[in-house]
């Protein structure tokens, strides 16, 4: 029974919710079923359910009663196993029994007092068993139910948010501590480093700081290093030796600053925090990081700690983010709230190094771009900021330009003046609709920047990265990835650059859903009936949220294949450049190509007559309407450009490449014409048959071709050859089937969500349920193949 329940029939395998993995098939089940993982966790739940049950939640209680009184207390009602309080305050306690009965015993009292107050005992809240919950310490759960009880109380969402700064942010005593730390690190580095300076950055520092956060430190050695080369010369000259630097135990007699790499110095930093700063463990250096770091714990304090070097632009980051917050105090509380919602549905927060989830600096950089697009602006741009900077406040690091004023009086109020309650609401609203894919955040210019000034030459994309700095500094373009957000300051630093698709898409779809909540009665209006409202709902972690409600996969069958800028080959990436906004058109079209190649040429259907005489033609045909003169450059006309528009299907014809773009006049008027043509591209329709079990024991046919062929292993999908080859000895041996006739609509969305293209499938008849195998199989196998063909230069010229 428990069996069924955790196990899901999905179009292809299965998935266990139990385990959260997917199983590709039967016997793979059989064995995931009997494996330690799966065994262990129903053991596991089994026992947590009996804890819920056997166990009841009070509250009302003296801050200072102790486990053993509530103990004492609740043995009337049967034997007590356990009491888990919550002890920074000693407000809740879970107390369990040893039966379910003696819960109802204790249920069924109507008053329970101790010390002279009364006590509230209700049953456990029923949570479902979710493996990220494992290890989750209950601690932070019975924080965020504290947390929830405050919120409910409060009358309207604006407190609610109030309330969420006041629970999580640093108190003085915190921040004491915090100063005292690096009060003591400066004195002891000190010794070794003269000169040197610790600076804290980071959530310690920049007003969206949480109790728990760590303390991000940079070591200052320039003034070491001056101190250093001093020496030096006076050493040389025999004059004023410098006692620190010359005598035996100095640390500066064994590394020379100006040389040593950051690593080397960093270990020294290493070992100085082992062996001299009281209540240091735990000392570790990560050397690959994209900035070598120590990481260091202190015992006594209960806080973790990173060092680095070369680090003056993120401790300049910090003050913009500490300006922003000071110029509107909307900002704080919409961060607060924005970084726990992330955290709750698994989208920020990375539990060590660069993960694929967002990391906080970059998801406050997100709020901070929404409020530069409200209307009106709550923040302004960063370009706005510079000019409102003073001569004195101008600042260059690193040849970057990082200019802004020093104190928020110096910005003129917002005129917006929207409630938190509305901002909350519109921050979902703006990021549903984002086409993260095609887009790139820019807060220094306070605008998306279009992908295509990102996909040109290496040279130029730099040059538009950095448009806006007087001083650009030459070195490489931004990392392209599905979420692309430059760094305020280093202009070709994305840092959303380790977010994964998945990330990118689940955060899109939580947005959506916030959305969508936030439309709601629950969201805006106190609950009469106690219920939870505002924010406790948004906060709900996914399997709190309630279900999902289900898309009927059944009847849509529908393949996706996502804009991917990182995949594509540098001509493809010129000639998309130069379309502008049109190059979701002519990437529209290069795709049908690759699709109609994957279908004909690779599975090896074949077009019917419509197909090979109309349909592919419309997106052509617009253009041909639209304008005479479609020359993309001197060799290329849009038609090479445009879907297999005209020809036959699946015929080839050589798209000649462009050697990159031009900035001529002529080629911005051509460019504005495609822009006309291939913004709005018609959908695509096409229709197949197939006439053999292409998808059947395929991986075996590529596995025995693999073995008697030089080529070397790649992943299914990943070779064009290979994946004809495996069709051709399908269709050569294996028995033919009556002819399976499907249509197919391609039609590229973007702009207002992601871009992409959507392929839907429409079989004639499938009374057997084959198509349905058929699609199953398309559906990872065509993204995979379409990407391959896409990303190759050589495959990008073969395909019109
Ligand atoms: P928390 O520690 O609570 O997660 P944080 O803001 O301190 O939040 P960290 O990851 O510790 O985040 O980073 C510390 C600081 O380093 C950031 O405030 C920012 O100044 C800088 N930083 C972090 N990640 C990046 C990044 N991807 N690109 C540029 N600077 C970054
Ligand atoms: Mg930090």
């Given at each position: 029974m428990e069996l069924d329940k955790d196990i899901q029939t999905k179009q292809r395998g299965f998935h266990c919710n139990l385990c959260n993995v997917n199983i590709p098939n039967k016997p793979s089940l059989e064995d995931h079923v009997k494996g330690k993982k799966h065994q262990h966790l129903l053991r596991l739940r089994a026992q947590r359910k009996a804890q819920e049950e056997n166990s009841v939640f009070v509250s009302g209680f003296k801050p200072d009663t102790s486990q053993t009184d509530l103990k004492e207390y609740f043995t009337q009602f049967g034997p007590v196993v356990d009491v888990i309080m919550d002890k920074d305050k000693g407000v809740y306690a879970i107390v369990e029994f040893s039966e379910p009965k003696n819960v109802q015993t204790a249920l069924e009292q109507l008053q329970h007092q101790l010390n002279g107050l009364q006590l509230r005992v209700k049953p456990r809240e029923r949570k479902d068993f979710k493996l990220s919950s494992r290890g989750k310490p209950q601690n932070t759960q019975i924080s965020l139910d504290k947390l929830n009880h405050q919120l409910c109380k409060a009358t309207s969402v604006n407190e609610q948010m109030e309330k969420v700064v006041e629970f999580f942010e640093l108190n003085d005593h915190e921040k004491k501590v915090r100063d005292l730390l690096v009060q003591l690190l400066q004195e002891v580095f000190t010794e070794f480093f003269p000169d040197c300076q610790i600076l804290p950055f980071g959530s310690s520092v920049n007003t969206f700081g949480i109790h728990s956060c760590d303390l991000d430190l940079f070591l200052e050695l320039e003034n070491t290093k001056a101190f250093q080369a001093r020496a030096k010369t006076t050493g040389l000259t025999g004059e004023n030796q410098s006692e620190d630097c010359q005598s035996e135990d100095s640390i500066l007699s064994d590394i020379d600053l100006s040389t040593a790499t950051p690593v080397e110095i960093l270990e020294l930093v290493a070992a100085i925090l082992r062996k001299c700063v009281p209540g240091v463990h735990k000392v570790q250096t990560l050397s690959t990081a994209r900035l070598p770091v120590v990481k260091f714990s202190h015992r006594e304090l209960n806080l973790q700690g990173d060092i680095t070097i070369n680090n003056r632009l993120a401790v300049r980051n910090t003050r913009f983010l500490q300006l922003c917050s000071g110029i509107d105090s909307r900002l704080r509380p919409l961060v607060y709230a924005i970084r726990l919602w992330a955290k709750q549905k698994q989208l920020a927060g990375n539990l060590s190094g660069p993960g694929p989830l967002l990391n906080n600096y970059a998801l406050t950089l997100l709020v901070i771009f929404y409020l530069q697009n409200r209307d009106p602006l709550v923040l302004p741009t960063v370009n706005q900021l510079k000019d409102m900077a003073c001569e004195e406040e101008e600042c260059v690091i690193e040849e970057r330009d990082c200019t802004f004023p020093s104190q928020p009086f110096s910005v003129p109020p917002s005129k917006n003046t929207e409630d938190l309650c509305t901002l909350l609401f519109g921050f979902f609203t703006f990021y549903s609709q984002f086409d993260f894919p095609a887009s790139v955040v820019s807060l220094r210019d306070g605008r998306v920047l279009p992908i295509t000034d990102f996909l040109r030459s290496d040279e130029e994309a730099v040059n538009a990265a950095?448009?806006?700095?007087?001083?650009?500094?030459?070195s490489s373009a931004p990392k392209l990835g599905p979420m692309n957000v430059l760094d305020p300051f280093e202009q070709n630093h994305n840092v959303a650059g380790n977010l994964n698709e998945r990330t990118q898409k689940n955060f899109k779809r939580e947005c959506c859903d916030a959305e969508k909540y936030c439309r709601s009665l629950q969201y805006q209006r106190k609950s009469a009936k106690g219920k939870s409202w505002g924010l406790v709902r948004l906060f709900a972690p996914p399997s709190e949220a309630g279900p999902r409600p289900k898309v009927e996969t059944e009847k849509i069958m529908e393949v996706g294949i996502s804009f991917k800028a990182a995949i594509l080959p540098e001509p493809l990436r010129a000639q998309l450049a130069l379309a502008g906004k049109g190059f979701r058109g002519l990437w529209f079209a290069k795709v049908c190509s690759a699709v109609q190649m994957v279908f004909q040429?690779?599975?090896k259907c074949s077009p019917s007559e419509e197909t090979r005489t109309a349909d592919l033609s419309q997106s052509l045909d617009k253009a041909n309407r639209d304008g005479n003169e479609m020359e993309v450059n001197n060799n290329q006309s849009l038609e090479d450009a445009a879907p297999q528009a005209k020809s036959e299907a699946g015929k080839k014809r050589p798209l000649i490449m462009e050697e990159g773009p031009s900035t001529s006049t002529a080629t911005q008027a051509k460019r504005q014409k495609l822009d006309v043509d291939m913004e709005h591209p018609e959908p695509v329709h096409w229709t197949w048959t197939q006439r053999n079990c292409v998808w059947a024991g395929r991986r075996k046919v590529r596995r025995d071709l693999l073995k008697t062929s030089d080529e070397t292993s790649k992943p299914e999908g990943g070779c064009v050859d290979i994946e004809s080859r495996v069709t051709q000895s399908i269709v050569e041996n294996e028995e033919k089937i009556p002819g399976l006739l499907f249509k197919v609509d391609a039609e590229v969305v973007g702009g207002n969500e992601n871009t992409m293209v959507v392929l839907r499938f429409h079989p004639s008849h499938d009374t057997a349920g084959i198509f349905q195998d058929f699609f199953h199989f398309l559906e990872s196998f065509l993204p995979k193949m379409a990407e391959t063909i896409l990303g190759r230069a050589e495959d990008v010229t073969e395909m019109s």
């Open positions: 950095e448009a806006s700095s007087p001083k650009p500094k030459r040429d690779i599975l």
